[in-house]
Structure formats: C-alpha cells, structure tokens
C-alpha cells in the first residue's frame, strides 16, 4: 500500500516536472519587462545603412505616428526567425519601422537585407553597440514601441512572435 | 561532399546495429551457454567503428572547410587555425551529440570486454538498457539534429565559430566533461541491470566501483577545464559563476561523488544497496537533464547553441521515458534482502559515508533549486528571476563546516564499530588550526570569527589527511590523496575570496595611477593583425609596494567572423597569486576602462582539483592491481 502511494506521488510529481518544462520550452525565449515610467527616446546622431550620412533623431522620429524601433544583426539567428513577422507589420500604415543594425558587418547586413526583405522605413547603424545600450537593450534582437510622444511604451527582449504581433497591432491602432 | 554521405550512413548503420544487436542478445539471453554470443561483442565493436568513422568525417569536413555540411558552414570559417577548425567539430550542438554517441558505444563496447567474469544475464541486461540510450541518441541526432545536412548552393565562406569557444581548454574541454558525463550512462545501464538480476552485492560493487572511479575522473577534470575557460577566456575574473550550465555539471559530480562512497560501503558490507541503485539512476537522469536545460534554449547560456523547440522536445520526452523506465525497475524489481546490514553502529565508517551522503544531498537540492526553481516561477507566474552566487554560497558555505569536520574524521573510523583513536593528537590538531587561522585572518576580514571556524575546519582536514598521508601505512593513499586535494581545494577557494583586491578605473596612454598598494602605468598601445582577428594591445607596468615592477599586456581583440569585440585579459601567474589585468575600450574617448585583480592561490585551485582527480586515478589503477 506504501509502495503504491509513493509511486503515485513519484508519478504525480514528474508529470507536473513534464509539464512544467514542456511549457517552458513553449515559452519563447522572448520577455517583455514591465515599463514603470515611460522613458523618453534618447537624443542621438546615427550613421544611415544606405548613405553613409549622419542622421539625428529628431530627424527620424519626426512624423506624429508610432515608431517601432527592432535591434537586429546579421550574424543573429533569432533575427532571422522574426523577420518575417516585421514584414507583415511593416505592410501596417500606421507604424514605422527604424532598423538598429547592431555590431555588424555592413556587407553581410545587405546581404541579410536583400535576402529577406526589407521591412525598415529606415536603418541605422550602431557599430560598437553603445547607441543600443542607451536604448536600455538586453541583446539583439529586441524590439522597442514608441508612441506619439515619443515616448518608449514597451519592449520586448527576444525574436517577436505572432502573440507579441496582435498586441503591436491593438496598441498602435 | 563524400564525407558527408560517409558520414550520414554510418549513423544509419550505426543505428541498424543497435537494433540488431537488441534482437540478437534478447534470443541470447535464455541460451543456456554461459558466455554471451561472440557476435555481440563483434557487432558492438562495429557500432563503435561506425560511429568512429562518422565522427571522423564531420572532423575531415571541417578540416577541409567543406561548406557543402552546414554545420561546417554554421560554426567554420577558411581562416581559423586548423587547431580551432578540428576543435570546431564539437564545438556545436550537432557536432556535440556525435560525440555524445561516440562516448556512449565506446562505453559500451569496453564494458563487454571489461566484464568477463560476470554473469551472462547481467552483462546482456546491460547492453540492452544502453542501447535503449544508444538508440534514442541515433535518432535524436538523425531526426533533429543531423550533423551531415546538404547545403546547396555551397556558400564560399562559413559564419565562424564563436571567437569565445576558440581556447585551447575549451576545445579540450568537452571531450573530457563528456567522458565523464556521458560516461554516467554504463552506471545506470549496469545498476539497472543489477537491480532486475537482484545482483546488487559485493561483487557488483567491486566491479562497478571502477566505472564509477573513471566517470568521476574525468567529470572532475572535464569540469576544472570549463572553470579554466571560464577565468582566462571570458575574463570576470572568476572561475565559478554558478551559472546554469556549470551547475547542471555539478550535480551529478555530486551525486556521482556520493555514489562512489556508497560503493564502498556496498563492496564492504553489502549495504546501502537503495542508496546505490537510486544515486546511478539520479546521476545519469541529471546528465540528461542538463543536456535538456542547456541545448533546449529553455536557459539562455553560452552553451545554447540553437532554439530548436522539436529538440527540446525530443531529449524532454526522452529523459522522462528514461526516468520512468528506470523508476519502473527499480519498484517492480528492487527488493532489499537484508534490511538489518542497513543498521549501523552510530560511529563507525558506514555512518559516517551515509552522513556525507546527507550533506551532498543537501548541496544537490540547493544547487537543483537554483537551478531550476526560475525556469519553473517563469512558467507558473510569468516572472522572470535570476538566482545569482550570494543564494548559493549564503546556503552552502556554512554547511561546509559540518561537513569537513565529518570529512577529517570520517575515514579515520573503522567498519561496523568504532572508536575515535588518539583523540589527544586531534585535539591538538584542531587547536593548532583555529590557531593558525586566527593569526592568519585577524586583519583581513570583518566577519572574522565565522571564517575562522570555517578555515580552521578546513585546516584541520588538510593536516588530518596531510598526517594520515605520511605517517598511515599506505593501503588507501587514493583516498587520502583525494580527500587531501579537496582540502587544499577549499582551502584555496577560501583564501582566494578573503584576500582578493581589485581595482577598476579609467585610464589612457601614458598615464599613471596610484593606489595604496602600488602604481599602474598606462605605457603605450599597440595593434596587431592576426588572420581571425585585428588586437589592441596594452603596454601596462605594474608597481607594487615594494617597488618590484611586473608587465601586463590585455588585448581588445575585434574578430571578423562572426564580429565580435572579445577582451582578453593577462595574467601573469605565480605560485603565491595571478595578477589579473582586462581593459575594455570606454565610448568616445580616448581612455580604458581597466580591472586589475590580485587574486591569491590561484593556481592552487586548479592543482588541487588535480590532485582530487590524480586520487581517483589512484583507487582505480590499485584496484586493478590486485586482481
């Protein structure tokens, strides 16, 4: 009767273990902290992907619509998994997609453009990773949510999923 | 492209093999001839050879820069050193599980040949249990992570391999770690086929006990090796971070510890028989179960190679199969025989070998919670944690008193009753060390009466076992040596953390800056080109109180493939300490950042977790000795 009971309870307790860990490797590697106060873009100057030129964020930020600011890399292989998911936002009229082109080579980053497509109304460069830094990023890729104010409403540290997708969508409508 | 195909089918033969060797020993195992069929050794040797070659031509592929496999071209590039380029081949997670299989049939294999003597039923159980493991592996590897996939077009260039992994210890260091850890799998293969034989005696000790000993050799090393990587390359100047992926190699070092001693009391007295079924079975399932928390991507470490959910997947359901197969046997078929050899006189060696069963017992559970208490929060409430090194060493260190003072007495105790001898010499031995210690400590800590009694304990080991060393007659030096090198181990760590300093400013070329213990000159800053990567070097003199001058030279080094900016440190070492010094480039300006770290006795962490090792050696090339 002993014998029974604890290997139910053996039983009962790896199924909640199974369980537990299946849910955890559901459970994308994405994380969204929560934002106490709404911090304000940092002021910055950037290199611009195609032209070589300076650009500042006034510059970029400038149109009174949302902003999404997606920190990628060429050599990131979870960059590669969201991007078709930044596409299809990118086809949304009501948000603008900024590229942060982290510590990368610039021809491998064209290459990784021209075979995946290019969601960004915008790429900047950030070679050394300190304009990331600022943004307050974890580590590529993440994905940052600017509202009117130009202020930072959410971030999601990880590739975006579908889930992460439709709840983009409701905030920028 | 050819070793590629090789390769491929080699597995699938490999895994052919498996299958037959299965069928074959099943009809051989009520054949009334005493010894197994010959063609189950020959066709084990053949798995073996086919998983060898296998193996073989990932490594040709990657020498050759074979770019047509795409994990040549995911973890190679044409101008990594041929060193880096074979070291590669292991250095990702297809690469990994190849060796993961290498390590299992090699196992297998030199446990048929190794065992002879013991009964037909048992070795041919034993096979079968390891090829259960054996099969899931193959399928694992060709289901979900083939190493030999085709890429075509074939790209000119690979992506590189990490420019972190590319350290000579680490490329070491996983063909040694998986010795051990993969090594844990005939363990639980043969005491689960002890267990269905009811063959746990004294004779199944002697004979486990020395795969036991080789596991737990070379997990001891393949672990010191990470832990050296961990301090030269990644520079924090540490050597043990309790990082998930060094915890989930810890725990069955644990476990495999305690099991080694439980051995001993089994091939003594044929006690303790659930304990040693139990730790076998725990010591792989924690194998598994670290292999699943590191290559699942459900932690995030250096060791995560990709995000594959059907692979975690896969190895989840798997570990389970095994945890269930495993506690099914060990119900249905597990009997203990003669509960009254389990009741032991309170002091005597046996209790003492439970008690320090107890205490890594403990050491397990916290190190498990640790663990994997975030991953399981994350799931439940959504709430992101991370358990940093104050949760482990604020629950562990003060255990670790207890713990010594049972250690430097236990093995001075005598089997079945005992009682403590020359009591007067180890009175005096322990006041010698409180002594010592105390004078040693007295203005170096703040909180100096609790690390006086945890050094003092810790000194008394050292002089107990140091004693037992010399003036013992020899007949258990293995022992001895090991539980000596544990001692110095500790007593090193602790030393390390009391006296350590260090300095973190920012400094640019030519400049000075003075501390109360010396001087740091910034002299000059130098470029290098190598073929994977462009260094800056710094030119640092270092003066110290006594005015005695030592050069450092850290270098930032940016690697072109894949881009990474890596700082690597210089350390100049000595007997007494490592003088550590790592700069960083500040954004914007023309200063360094630099951390310069004295870090005493060092050296003497990696040389006692040598002579830990060198002591399990000891006990196991005795014990063949003998025979």
Redesign the interface.
């Given at each position: 009767m002993k014998n029974k009971l604890s290997s139910f309870v053996v039983i009962i307790f790896l199924s909640f273990c199974f369980v537990v860990f299946y849910k955890g490797l559901n459970n994308p590697n994405t994380y969204s902290p929560k934002i106490k106060d709404k911090k304000n873009i940092p002021i910055f100057e950037a290199k611009d992907f195609n032209s070589n030129s300076y650009l500042n964020s006034e510059k970029i930020f400038e149109e009174d619509i949302f902003y999404i600011i997606n920190i990628w890399a060429s050599w990131c292989v979870p960059c590669r998994t969201e991007h078709p998911l930044l596409m299809g936002l990118s086809k949304n009229q009501s948000v603008k997609l900024i590229g942060l082109n982290y510590r990368d080579n610039l021809n491998n980053a064209k290459k990784f453009i021209n075979k995946f497509g290019n969601p960004y109304s915008q790429i900047i460069i950030d070679e050394d990773g300190t304009l990331s830094v600022e943004f307050g990023a974890f580590g590529v890729p993440e994905t940052f949510i600017i509202d009117k104010n130009k202020k930072i409403i959410k971030k999601i540290v990880g590739p975006i999923n579908k889930e992460i997708v439709e709840e983009i969508k409701l905030i920028i409508k | 492209m050819l070793a590629n195909q090789i390769g491929y089918y080699s597995l699938i033969l490999g895994l052919l093999l498996s299958v037959l060797l299965c069928g074959i020993s099943i009809k051989d195992f009520n054949n009334s001839s005493k010894q197994i069929n010959q063609k189950v050794l020959s066709l084990s040797f053949l798995q073996l050879v086919f998983v060898i070659v296998s193996f073989l031509s990932l490594i040709f592929s990657f020498v050759n820069s074979d770019f047509s496999n795409e994990t040549v071209f995911n973890n190679s590039h044409t101008t990594k050193p041929l060193f880096y380029k074979i070291s590669g081949t292991w250095g990702n997670h297809e690469g990994s599980l190849l060796l993961w299989l290498l390590v299992l049939t090699l196992f297998i294999f030199l446990f048929l040949i190794k065992s002879r003597e013991q009964p037909k039923k048992y070795r041919i159980l034993t096979l079968l249990f390891q090829q259960i493991i054996i099969i899931g592996f193959f399928l694992f590897v060709l289901l979900t992570s083939n190493p030999f996939n085709y890429l075509f077009p074939i790209p000119i260039e690979g992506?590189g391999l990490n420019p972190i992994l590319q350290d000579p210890a680490l490329a070491i260091h996983p063909p040694i770690l998986y010795l051990g850890y993969v090594g844990t799998s005939i363990i639980f293969s043969s005491s689960l086929a002890a267990v269905t034989q009811n063959y746990i005696s004294k004779e199944w000790g002697q004979h486990v006990k020395k795969w036991v000993l080789v596991s737990w050799v070379f997990l001891t090393l393949g672990i010191m090796l990470g832990s050296i990587w961990a301090y030269y390359e990644l520079g924090w100047g540490g050597f043990w971070f309790w990082d998930p992926v060094e915890n989930v190699s810890l725990m069955p070092w644990l476990t495999l510890t305690a099991l080694l001693h439980c051995i001993i009391v089994l091939e003594r007295r044929a006690a303790l028989t659930s304990w040693v079924v139990i730790l076998s079975i725990t010591t792989f399932t924690l194998s598994m179960c670290g292999t699943?928390l590191v290559r699942?991507?459900?932690l995030?470490s250096v060791h995560t190679f990709?995000?594959d959910?059907t692979r975690?997947?896969f190895i989840?359901i798997f570990l389970?199969v095994l945890?269930?197969l495993s506690?099914g046997v060990f119900?249905l078929f597990h009997n203990e025989n003669n509960k009254s050899s389990n009741n032991f006189f309170w002091l005597s060696r046996e209790t003492s070998i439970l008690i320090n069963n107890w205490f890594m017992m403990y050491f397990l559970s916290v190190v498990l919670i640790g663990t994997v208490y975030p991953?399981?929060l994350?799931?439940?409430s959504s709430e992101?944690i991370s358990v940093g090194p104050p949760f482990y060493q604020k629950l562990i260190v003060p255990f670790l008193i207890p713990f010594l003072l049972f250690m430097s007495l236990g093995p001075r105790l005598k089997w079945v009753k005992s009682k403590i001898e020359n009591k007067y010499s180890l009175i005096i031995t322990f006041i010698i060390s409180v002594i010592l210690t105390f004078f040693i400590l007295k203005n170096l800590t703040t909180d100096l009466l609790f690390y006086t009694v945890l050094v003092s304990v810790a000194f008394f080991l050292f002089f107990t076992t140091l004693k037992e060393l010399f003036i013992k007659k020899l007949n258990n030096t293995g022992q001895t040596v090991a539980h000596l090198g544990f001692s110095l181990l500790i007593l090193s760590i602790l030393f390390n953390s009391i006296l350590s300093s260090e300095i973190i400013t920012n400094i640019k070329v030519g400049e000075k800056y003075n501390y109360s213990e010396g001087e740091i000159f910034f002299k000059k800053a130098e470029e290098r080109k190598e073929s994977n990567f462009n260094a800056i070097i710094g030119h640092f003199e270092i003066k110290d109180k006594s005015g005695k001058i030592i050069e450092l030279k850290p270098e930032i080094r940016v690697y072109?493939q894949?881009?990474?900016?890596t700082s690597e440190a210089d350390i100049k070492t000595t007997l007494l300490d490592d003088k550590f010094l790592a700069m960083n480039?500040v954004?914007?300006n023309e200063y360094f950042n630099i951390r310069y770290q004295v870090k005493p006795f060092m050296v003497w962490i990696w040389i006692s977790v040598l002579l830990l090792s060198f002591g399990g050696l000891m006990s196991l090339l005795k014990k063949r000795y003998e025979k």
């Open positions: - | 992506l699943f699942s991507g459900i995030n990709a995000n959910p975690g997947i989840l389970f945890i269930a506690l119900f991953i399981f994350d799931v439940i992101k072109n894949p881009i990474i900016i480039l954004k914007g």
